[in-house]
Nanobody, 129 residues
Framework: VQLVESGGGLVQAGDSLRLSCAAS????????MAWFRQAPGKEREGVAV????????LYADAVKGRFAIEKDNAANTVYLEMNNLKTEDTAIYYC???????????????????????WGQGTQVTVFS
């Protein structure tokens, strides 16, 4: 499977961005998907997860109420809508596809549990004040 992120950019604090993750080779409707991010000098962290079986969405506390994860099965694309961006949201954002079927739980915000996953190449988001 190949995942390609797009939509990153340089924006001012308070602005919005919409990231896209287009998949080829797998049908996204069958897989749990997630967005992660990694800021300079920091560990990779989970941002949002959408579970394939329940459709439940899970968000990190830092983005709750500002970010939204959506999946368009027809387009085989997952999105991350980011509103009211803050300077601390500056990072490279990655999407990932969970290759372990059936997992469902808040623990999936932990990137260490995504070793068996397909990852995109990342898209840079920079927020200035």
């Amino acid at each position: 499977v190949q995942l390609v992120e797009s939509g990153g950019g340089l924006v001012q604090a308070g602005d919005s961005l919409r990231l896209s993750c287009a998949a080829s080779g797998r049908i996204l409707s069958s897989y749990t998907m997630a967005w992660f991010r990694q800021a300079p000098g920091k560990e990779r962290e989970g941002v949002a997860v959408i579970f394939t079986r329940s459709g439940t969405k899970l968000y990190a506390d830092a983005v709750k109420g500002r970010f939204a994860i959506e999946k368009d099965n027809a387009a085989n694309t997952v999105y991350l809508e980011m509103n009211n961006l803050k300077t601390e949201d500056t990072a490279i954002y990655y999407c990932a596809l969970d290759l372990i079927p059936g997992r469902d739980g808040s623990y999936l915000l932990n990137p260490a549990l995504w070793d068996l996953a397909s990852w995109g190449q990342g898209t840079q988001v920079t927020v200035f004040s």
